[in-house]
């Protein structure tokens, strides 16, 4: 069938398309970080146990007639999070939180769905070569993997918590955001081929590579403190009610399990590696500017700059107001702004040539 649809389309046809696959693998990523935003609502909502059973097919259909509504609700009433949190709630208001879980794995299908079909069309018109199809598995193998993931972290919350485990959550965030990225290289690598000469010293690219790292682990520092609703203590800035580090930082024992189940050093640690990747977007945009480099590496390394400062002025603002859902939200979807930014200068620095400097 490939070789039948490839004969249809010249050599020249078939390059011609290389952007429309880049085009393609952009909206895909656009498609994740608007899962991420949603999720990351879904949680700000209390929405997210509110479906406790996954069925991957048929769970696309919504309850349909008040019987079906009444046995949804009896089964969230069989949970932690109704006993503790959400007793005697109306089946309006369970309606309510029903719909945005509903709507973020329905969301998740349409991931797979805008993937796979256009995936079949591009490797039939022999616009993805063979060589490619096997990354293009491993992206859609990565999106079932993030499905899997995170029916795994609702089952954390069912029986003994009212709330998802904060170590499952930062997987399942970890494993979204490493899909993002992974479609947003490979859509580059389509929309741009061409190396660019650039006289950027060659220490660029390990700084460029280590602020995709920092970014992404103060992301997942971002979902402990999201897990473990650190974000409604200590709700000043830049002290902690007055302090440097929170006094009960090591409150919990042993003392090692504090970064990852006490709230107040999760928060304290969320903050450092703020300042940590604010000085290190720095540092990259200073190096751009001290040495003659390509027009994109210097664009890239602006927009880290600046999307980290609307990050970091997000941030601040979302704690001191105990986190409204809006601002919440926001912070969040910026930090996969500034993932995609930093991904996007390591990208156009490692492309670069480093062309020997004329005698």
Excluded at 96 to 121: D, K
């Amino acid at each position: 069938m490939t070789t039948v649809f490839s004969s249809l389309a010249p050599v020249e046809g078939r390059a011609a398309l290389r952007p429309a696959v880049g085009v393609w693998l952009i909206a895909v990523a656009l498609l994740v970080a608007a899962m991420v935003t949603l999720g990351g609502l879904t949680r700000l909502t209390g929405s997210g146990l509110s479906i406790t059973e996954w069925h991957p097919v048929t769970g696309v259909i919504p309850p349909l007639g008040d019987s079906a509504w009444q046995a949804e609700f009896a089964k969230y009433r069989r949970i932690p999070q109704y006993a503790l949190e959400n007793r005697g709630m109306s089946l309006a208001d369970f309606q309510g939180i029903y719909w945005w879980e509903w709507t973020h794995r329905l969301l998740g299908r349409i991931v797979g769905f805008v993937f796979l079909v256009p995936f079949v069309v591009f490797v039939a018109l022999g616009a993805i070569a063979r060589a490619k199809i096997p990354r293009m598995v491993v992206l859609f193998a990565l999106g079932g993997l993030q499905g899997v993931v995170g029916w795994w972290m609702v089952t954390s919350g069912l029986e003994t918590r009212v709330s998802v485990s904060q170590y499952r959550l930062a997987i399942h965030l970890g494993i979204a955001i490493l899909l993002f990225g992974a479609l947003l290289w490979t859509a580059l690598e389509y929309l741009r081929r061409t190396p660019v000469p650039s006289l950027l010293h060659r220490g660029g690219k390990p700084l460029a590579w280590s602020l995709v790292a920092l970014v992404y682990l103060q992301m997942l520092l971002g979902a402990l403190v999201a897990g473990l609703h650190g974000g409604l203590i200590y709700n000043t800035w830049p002290s902690m009610n007055g302090r440097l580090v929170p006094e009960d930082a090591f409150a919990s024992h042993p003392w090692w399990i504090n970064p990852f189940e006490n709230p107040a050093l999760a928060q304290f640690d969320h903050r450092l590696g703020a300042y940590a990747v604010a000085i290190l977007a720095g540092i990259l945009w200073l190096s751009a500017r001290r040495t003659p480099t390509s027009t994109a590496v210097r664009a890239s390394t602006s927009a880290v700059v600046a999307v980290t400062l609307i990050q970091i002025a997000l941030g601040i603002a979302t704690l001191v107001n105990l986190v409204p859902i809006a601002l919440a939200a926001l912070h969040q979807a910026t930090a996969v702004a500034l993932f995609a930014a930093a991904l996007w200068n390591a990208f156009e620095v490692s492309r670069s040539t480093y062309p020997a400097p004329s005698a």
